[in-house]
């Protein structure tokens, strides 16, 4: 069994108390995980607020911050087969997908690396003569960090790159539900030689850690990944410290197929778009909305693609479709499909939970036409695909707005103009236009309503971890006059 602990203050320790981390593929408990409690909690902030304000950190230039960056994505790529095999043993997402996603974290953090010293001030065009005016960018102080389990390399080096680049300190919150690769990364970031109390990394349970982390007096910005309720918890708590938020939350994402598209390349999209990381993912394709001539073929090449997909050990490289991460949401996805049948909704293929261990559950398609079905209102996080048909483009566009959600979305068509109207009318965040889960350092992302505010990536994911401070300079050799005399 392996081992992991805190990263509080440049130190590794156990925390308050310890808790059992169970394989997805089998149930087994497989590592002892260190539990950080309030007390914990309030050790890595003051540690992240020591940082902000003394020692090395504050006195390093731009550039030298980019180098420690850079240092920390080189380690990240020497470890990657370790960070890919943890994640894939704590989360279940296979191996295949860890090992190259990994890869491309590293990618982020050379991004952001030399985007250190490119964040600019300005001066002001002042309307007063004897005034010089300027503008300076500063950290916005001790950022709290939230992620989930699924793809957790990944979803902090969208926050902790940006905000090592502006300068801020921070305490990371690892998931409970598979901690692993984040504990592990601790290493590598005191490795890389980060003063410390820069990056703090803890994992533990919503009331004793992640409350206690997001309503402390000293975090000024909270930036979270995970679900609209756990999110209305951070806002909540935020009304505590007057915390800024950026919140990066879940998706019902429409998946648009006209009938002038390349049916073989959508297809292939859908697969990925909602099979792959076994469905959990916020961008998942998860509402098909095909145009009604070529439903029947679609939805014939679709399933024999679902069926044979390969399921099994999340370790073997052969696997396409590994394990839910808990069988908390092996039984939610379960439980949502036998909703949405008994509202009417056709099995298409799959939505038979497996006999056996682990929390496997196979690619599943509910043909949802003309029906008011749960599968297409609730966000899944798992292999299930929920399909309607239309008959006209406005008739797509008013199905595709139709959710809470605004995160994602993907348009398959061959036609230019129509798919710039679609891109202008759609409510996301994100719109795919003949591809499909493509992300890049380079792009923001994020979405609104009940996916969220903020975005992640590029240089505006940096500037959210700034304030801006205007600074006065009086150029005239005059003396300040007596207030009180009028002129």
Wanted: contains cysteine.
């Amino acid at each position: 069994m392996q081992r992991f602990q805190l990263y509080i203050d440049g130190t590794f320790e156990d925390g308050q108390a310890r808790f059992d981390s169970l394989d997805p593929a089998t149930g087994d408990v497989w590592a002892d995980m260190p539990e950080a409690r309030e007390m914990d909690v309030d050790r890595a902030v003051r540690a992240a607020e020591r940082a902000l304000h003394e020692g090395a950190w504050p006195k390093m230039t731009a550039t030298q911050r980019g180098k420690l960056l850079y240092r920390l994505a080189d380690l990240i790529s020497a470890n990657a087969a370790r960070l890919a095999e943890l994640e894939t043993r704590d989360t279940g997402k296979i191996i295949r997908e860890t090992s190259s996603q990994i890869a491309y974290v590293a990618d982020y953090y050379r991004y952001y690396a030399g985007l250190a010293d490119k964040i600019e001030g300005a001066v002001l065009p002042i309307d007063k003569p004897d005034m010089e005016v300027y503008l300076r960018r500063e950290p916005v102080g001790v950022v709290a960090m939230v992620v989930p389990w699924n793809s957790q390399l990944f979803l902090s080096a969208v926050k902790i790159g940006p905000a090592l680049a502006a300068g801020c300190t921070m305490v990371v919150k690892a998931s409970e539900d598979g901690p692993a690769p984040l504990l592990e990364f601790a290493r590598l970031v005191y490795e890389a030689g980060f003063p410390p109390g820069v990056v703090n990394i803890i994992t533990g349970f919503g009331p004793s850690c992640g409350a206690a982390l997001t309503r402390h007096a000293k975090v000024a910005h909270v930036a979270f990944t995970g679900g609209p309720e756990a999110a209305r918890h951070v806002v909540r708590n935020s009304a505590e410290n007057l915390a800024s938020t950026s919140l990066e939350l879940g998706g019902k994402s429409p998946f648009i197929v006209f009938a002038d598209a390349d049916l073989d390349s959508a297809v292939n999209a859908q697969v990925a778009g909602i099979f792959a990381a076994t469905g959990q993912s916020c961008v998942a394709g998860s509402r098909l909305i095909i145009e009604a001539k070529v439903k029947d073929v679609f939805l014939e090449r679709l399933t024999a693609k679902a069926q044979a997909i390969r399921i099994g050990s999340p370790l073997d490289m052969a696997t396409e479709v590994g394990p839910l991460a808990t069988k908390r949401q092996q039984d939610h996805v379960d439980a949502l499909v036998a909703a949405s049948l008994a509202a009417g909704a056709r099995l298409v293929t799959g939505g038979t939970r497996p006999a056996g261990p682990g929390n496997f559950y196979p690619p599943t398609i509910l043909d949802c036409d003309g029906i008011s079905s749960p599968s297409m209102v609730e966000e899944f996080f798992g292999p299930v695909l929920s399909v309607v048909s239309f008959e006209t483009e406005e008739e797509a566009l008013s199905l595709a707005n139709d959710t809470r959600y605004g995160l994602a979305s993907g348009v398959f068509t061959q036609n230019l103009a129509r798919a710039h109207r679609m891109s202008r009318g759609i409510h996301a965040g994100v719109v795919w236009i003949n591809t499909y889960r493509a992300v890049s350092p380079i792009a923001p992302f994020g979405g609104h309503g009940l996916s969220g505010h903020g975005r992640e990536g590029g240089m505006a994911a940096v500037l959210d971890y700034t304030r801006t401070k205007t600074v006065w300079l009086n150029i005239s050799d005059m003396p300040f006059p007596d207030p009180f005399v009028m002129r």
